[in-house]
């Protein structure tokens, strides 16, 4: 229909910097930090109004900014979803809203996926796997049973669900290894150091001969416990672990890790080209995987000045 009368209360998107109200998880961990500063930055260099909220690791205070961004009637949501359930109430209430939302970094589980327009973020089984292909290899030449310690991350979330999926899967077909100890440490060094000095209190014919921390600053605060007990990280037990910051490059080029499987924090720039396209009206893929790899030991000191974070 041709338009006759111009109608001056809708403005023309083209100017109208499009308004992005972004649910952060918490702020407990160096992956997380790099993750914001990245949302920041990339909201800033695509000229979108960022609004974001830090829900300290609590899904009601992510409930809450939600019900914020919907009374704010902002363009768009973003949640990085502290764990997978419990999600179908508060998306129903955005789109009654007509608000479009953006899952990043964990994925949720909703039995109607048209809940949400996009998720971007890693392979998490995938990251499992590798760091359980790279143990299997490692220990190839230790006889007999080995004994694995697994640093759990936040429970039901699901990076940790899928990572321990993902390792564990993979040593079915490698029944000397066994889990003999595992714990959440909720994916923080705090945590993860606590959980290991447990780990260290069994009789010592039962410490770990390997460590699995679903993520590095778990993994640095087991070294902290490791080192208390007088035995050599890297070496008395071997570590893996995921993430990639640049302070477990660090603890690989000491020696104290041994391999480190990447899960890449750097989405802003992606999270805001899916907000400009859903904005332009065009749709997207229904998950956006972020490339990422593992890195060992003896690479660590030439990649650690590549590290963007
Ligand atoms: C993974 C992310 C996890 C990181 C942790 O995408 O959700 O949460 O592995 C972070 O370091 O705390």
């Known amino acids: 229909s041709v338009v006759t009368d111009y109608d001056s209360s809708i403005q023309p998107t083209a100017t109208k910097p499009i308004v992005l109200g972004f649910s952060q998880l918490g702020s407990e961990s160096t992956w997380r930090e790099a993750n914001t500063t990245s949302i920041k930055e990339a909201a800033k260099e695509a000229n979108i109004t960022l609004i974001m909220t830090n829900a300290e690791q609590d899904q009601k205070k992510q409930f809450e900014a939600i019900r914020s961004f919907i009374r704010r009637d902002v363009d768009i949501i973003a949640i990085a979803p502290v764990v997978q359930t419990g999600w179908e109430g508060i998306l129903k209430e955005a789109r009654a809203a007509d608000i479009p939302v953006i899952i990043i970094d964990r994925s949720l589980h909703v039995n109607d996926s048209s809940l949400y327009v996009t998720f971007i973020g890693s392979n998490f089984y995938e990251e499992g796997v590798k760091a359980s292909k790279y143990m299997i290899d490692r220990m190839?030449?230790?006889?007999?049973?080995?004994?694995?310690?697994?640093?759990?991350?936040?429970?039901?979330?699901?990076?940790?669900?899928?990572?321990?999926?993902?390792?564990?899967?993979?040593?079915?077909?490698?029944?000397?290894?066994?889990?003999?100890?595992?714990?959440?440490?909720?994916?923080?060094?705090?945590?993860?150091?606590?959980a290991m000095q447990e780990f260290l209190r069994q009789?010592?014919?039962?410490?770990?001969?390997?460590?699995?921390?679903?993520?590095?600053?778990?993994?640095?605060?087991?070294?902290?416990?490791?080192?208390?007990?007088?035995?050599?990280?890297?070496?008395?037990i071997i570590i893996i672990s995921v993430d990639g910051t640049r302070r477990a490059f660090e603890q690989?080029?000491?020696?104290?890790?041994?391999?480190?499987?990447?899960?890449?924090?750097?989405?802003?720039?992606?999270?805001?080209?899916?907000?400009?396209?859903?904005?332009?009206?065009?749709?997207?893929?229904?998950?956006?995987?972020?490339?990422?790899?593992?890195?060992?030991?003896?690479?660590?000191?030439?990649?650690?000045?590549?590290r963007k974070y």
Not at 161 to 172: A, D, K, P, Y
Not at 211 to 235: C, R
């Open 252 to 306: 690989m080029v000491q020696g104290h890790i041994n391999a480190v499987v990447e899960c890449n924090p750097l989405l802003g720039p992606l999270v805001m080209q899916a907000a400009k396209e859903i904005m332009a009206g065009r749709t997207l893929p229904k998950r956006m995987i972020t490339p990422e790899d593992i890195f060992t030991q003896e690479l660590a000191a030439r990649e650690l000045e590549n």
């Open 140 to 194: 190839r030449h230790q006889p007999g049973k080995i004994r694995i310690a697994e640093l759990q991350g936040t429970v039901s979330s699901t990076p940790s669900i899928n990572r321990g999926l993902g390792f564990w899967q993979m040593l079915e077909a490698h029944p000397r290894f066994q889990i003999t100890q595992s714990k959440p440490g909720n994916f923080t060094q705090s945590g993860g150091k606590q």
């Open 203 to 236: 009789p010592r014919k039962d410490w770990p001969q390997v460590l699995f921390a679903h993520n590095d600053d778990m993994a640095i605060g087991a070294i902290e416990a490791i080192q208390e007990v007088g035995l050599k990280p890297g070496s008395d």
